[in-house]
């Protein structure tokens, strides 16, 4: 999702996860609780514009804040030699029917992977996905006003749990306001 201009645009997978997102709506949002929306709700620190130096460039996720509820977020790059950003991942956070689900869809993937939302705090969310290939867990753990660490853990080619952090401080650029 680019803005240009003061409009949104929308990627191909960003379109996707919409649609995903739409269908979640008309099927379980209905029936969601006072919980599940309490703890939406209580994820709405992530809105904004996040970032990371990575060795291919500066990394970039961002959140804003869908109408009736939820977040939509993307992950993009920026390539050092300071070409036109590159979507890297689709996200929502939604909640569907009494539960709080993030869904990922990376670039390189043909469909978007579900994750239930299965521990909250004030600073921290951890959502799991026990049949999924790689994460199997991704954590969003807020370090400070303007920072998080994501991590993302599974079982690695030899079995053994891997683990990979993300750290991410808040954009000079960014009023709170997500994309």
Do not use: C, K
């Amino acid at each position: 999702m680019l803005t240009r201009g003061g409009v949104v645009t929308l990627g191909t997978a960003s379109l996707l996860v919409l649609s995903a997102a739409s269908l979640a709506l008309l099927i379980g949002v209905g029936s969601a609780s006072a919980s599940a929306q309490s703890e939406l709700d209580g994820l709405a620190w992530l809105e904004g514009e996040w970032q990371r130096t990575t060795r291919r460039g500066l990394s970039i996720e961002r959140w804003a804040r869908l109408p009736g509820g939820g977040l939509v977020g993307e992950s993009v790059v920026i390539p050092l030699d300071g070409t036109e950003e590159v979507q890297l991942e689709s996200l929502l956070l939604v909640r569907m029917g009494a539960d709080v689900f993030l869904i990922a869809r990376p670039r390189q993937n043909d469909y978007p992977a579900g994750f239930r939302l299965v521990a909250q705090t004030d600073t921290e969310a951890v959502f799991e996905n026990p049949t999924h290939d790689f994460p199997q867990r991704i954590t969003y753990w807020r370090t400070a006003q303007d920072s998080f660490t994501a991590t993302i853990a599974g079982p690695g080619d030899d079995g053994e749990t891997q683990e990979i952090a993300f750290h991410f401080v808040r954009t000079t650029r960014d009023d709170g306001g997500g994309l």
